[in-house]
Nanobody, 123 residues
């Protein structure tokens, strides 16, 4: 399974970005998917996750109300809409496919990872 993340870039504080992550096959259609991020010098942290069943979304407190995760199962794609971006959102963002239909908030719950896309938010 290959995951291709895209949509990162350099933006100013307050701007929006939408990240996309497409998987290579339909394995992800029955699995939860998530987004994590890693800032320079910091550990990878959970951002958002979505379960296979509709409505099951989870967010880190730091992004709740600003970020929205969604998925298009037909396109094997998960999205992360990021609004009101802050400089502290600067990081490499990784998408991942969960080991089950659930949407875990810890990295151990994921089996496949994308290569990451860089998001830089200037003040």
């Amino acid at each position: 399974v290959q995951l291709q993340a895209s949509g990162g870039g350099l933006v100013q504080a307050g701007d929006s970005l939408r990240l996309s992550c497409t998987t290579s096959r339909r394995t992800s259609s029955n699995n939860g998917m998530g987004w994590f991020r890693q800032a320079p010098g910091k550990e990878r942290e959970f951002v958002a996750a979505i379960s296979w069943r509709p409505g099951g979304t989870y967010y880190a407190d730091s992004v709740k109300g600003r970020f929205t995760i969604s998925r298009d199962i037909a396109k094997n794609t998960v999205y992360l809409q990021m609004n009101s971006l802050k400089p502290e959102d600067t990081a490499v963002y990784y998408c991942a496919v969960a080991r089950s239909s659930a949407a875990p908030t810890n990295a151990d719950g994921y089996q496949y990872w994308g290569q990451g896309t860089l998001v830089t938010v200037s003040s």
